[in-house]
């Protein structure tokens, strides 16, 4: 059994991932697909970025990864293969991959080009029918990474700025990652920089400490607790930290060590 998990900004209503899983499960009738997400919001490429660095992990070794949030769809950005050591991933060469790329080894990345491995018809619009699905398929299938078109080198992708983290012995600034259904503040802050004791800032509220669990903070205060996703996350208990200070992915995250003031 080929395990093919699939990410993209379809939501739940139209027909495109139905379709999708149409194309490949045609190709390949025995893959087994799993759907990781279909709501990432439309064309981020940064909450796609975040949904697959976070999950590619728990899946067996060889999983393939189709992740299609696609904004150049039909543009001059290049359509990629990228093999690890423990699995792959297909989609859109525009940073969704930037996690992925961080952390993995790889082993090879190919821009796909050959096209016997598509949909005989390809549109303008809909990449992750005509060719990203097709190519997840033959991948489960048995075909080769290399014979899906031309190697590329890792410093040719496109990757996501990354540089927005700073540490010192004060505290450290970061930004806003990702935001939940829940309304919490996943930074890119690793929880293993932060010590027991903390203060911070964020949009102007402050917060005070760090909480073991949910439960433990008061009631309609801003909290921070060490997330399941390995960074540090901002919470209200009982409530929605995005709608309270209109966050958004990019906002300025600040902690500083106790009795230690970051400006």
Not at 1 to 14: E, H, N
Not at 59 to 80: E, N, Q, Y
């Amino acid at each position: 059994m080929q395990i093919i998990t699939l990410t993209t900004d379809f939501g739940d209503i139209d027909p495109y991932t139905g379709i999708v899983k149409g194309v490949i499960l045609n190709i390949f009738p025995y893959a087994k697909v799993v759907d990781i997400t279909h709501n990432i919001s439309p064309q981020d490429v940064w909450q796609a970025n975040w949904v697959i660095e976070s999950s590619y992990h728990y899946f067996p070794h060889g999983t393939i990864h189709l992740c299609v949030v696609d904004p150049g769809v039909g543009s001059a950005r290049k359509p990629i293969l990228i093999e690890t050591k423990i699995c792959f991933f297909i989609g859109p060469d525009n940073g969704i991959f930037t996690g992925v790329l961080e952390k993995e080894e790889v082993l090879n990345i190919i821009e796909l080009t050959e096209k016997k491995y598509w949909l005989p018809d390809i549109s303008q619009t809909f990449h992750g029918r005509d060719i990203f699905a097709p190519v997840a398929a033959y991948l489960a299938k048995g075909t080769t990474s290399k014979d899906f078109g031309k190697p590329l080198q890792k410093e040719e992708l496109v990757k996501l700025p990354t540089n927005n983290f700073i540490k010192n012995e004060k505290g450290c600034i970061g930004i806003v990652k990702h935001i939940d259904r829940f309304g919490n503040i996943i930074t890119n802050i690793p929880d293993s920089n932060i010590p027991n004791k903390i203060y911070g800032k964020f949009k102007n509220i402050d917060f005070k400490g760090l909480i073991s669990n949910y439960s433990e903070a008061e009631p309609n205060k801003l909290f921070a607790i060490k997330g399941s996703s390995g960074y540090l996350e901002l919470f209200i208990n009982k409530g929605n930290v995005a709608k309270v200070t209109n966050a958004k992915a990019g906002d300025k995250v600040e902690v500083r060590f106790e009795n230690i003031v970051v400006k």
